[in-house]
Structures are given as C-alpha cells and as structure tokens.
C-alpha cells in the first residue's frame, strides 16, 4: 500500500474456514478503533444486531 495515507488501510480478517469457505471482514481504521474502546455490552450489542440484520437477508449466523 505504498503511497496510500494511513487512513486508507484496512484490518482484513479471514475466518470460519470451512466447507462453505472462508469469511473476509474488513474494518476501516475508524470502525476498529471504536470496536477496540467499546464496553462489553456494546460489542455484545452491536453482535446481535448485526445478526438480526443478516438474517433477515436470509443469511444463517453461527
């Protein structure tokens, strides 16, 4: 990522490989950030509805 400001850099997350494949998150600078100073409560929170709105697309979430 040569000559991109640090702003532009992604944390990329690959996970739940399985027979169904792998599963990529990637988070902005921003959004990890606010995920690394959330309290418990709102990570759990945040989890739920995050879910909750999958699923109503159709998607099943372990």
Do not use: Y
């Not at 494949?21 to 606010?34: D, E, H, I, Q, R």
């Amino acid at each position: 990522m040569t000559g991109h400001p640090e702003s532009t850099r992604f944390l990329c997350l690959v996970t739940g490989q399985n027979d169904d494949g792998g599963v990529l998150f990637a988070l902005s600078p921003l959004l990890s950030a606010a995920l690394a100073k959330a309290e418990r409560f709102e990570l759990k929170d945040a989890a739920v509805t995050w879910s909750l709105q999958r699923s109503e697309n159709g998607e099943v979430i372990d």
